[in-house]
């Protein structure tokens, strides 16, 4: 993951080591939209489609630039 702030590598910290930039929040965000695509990869893989397009979507609210989002 990377701080939206300066683009340095973030560590397991709640602050980037780059510009010191408070990152709790930007990494909750990010992991709920990667839960939300992995609930809705798991829901398409058992053909339950409708639910599949809500978590996709949740996923993609959370973080438009989730690419794997986007294409499935």
Do not use: H, P, W
Not at 46 to 59: C, M, W
Request: glycine share 6%; net charge positive; proline share 0%.
């Amino acid at each position: 993951m990377i701080c939206y702030n300066c683009g340095c590598r973030l560590s397991e910290k709640n602050f980037c080591t780059g510009c010191g930039a408070d990152v709790t929040l930007y990494k909750k965000i990010m992991f709920a939209s990667n839960r939300f695509y992995n609930e809705g990869l798991d829901k398409a893989s058992v053909r339950d489609l409708s639910g599949a397009i809500t978590s996709l979507r949740e996923s993609l609210k959370l973080n438009k630039n989730n690419i794997e989002a986007r294409n499935l």
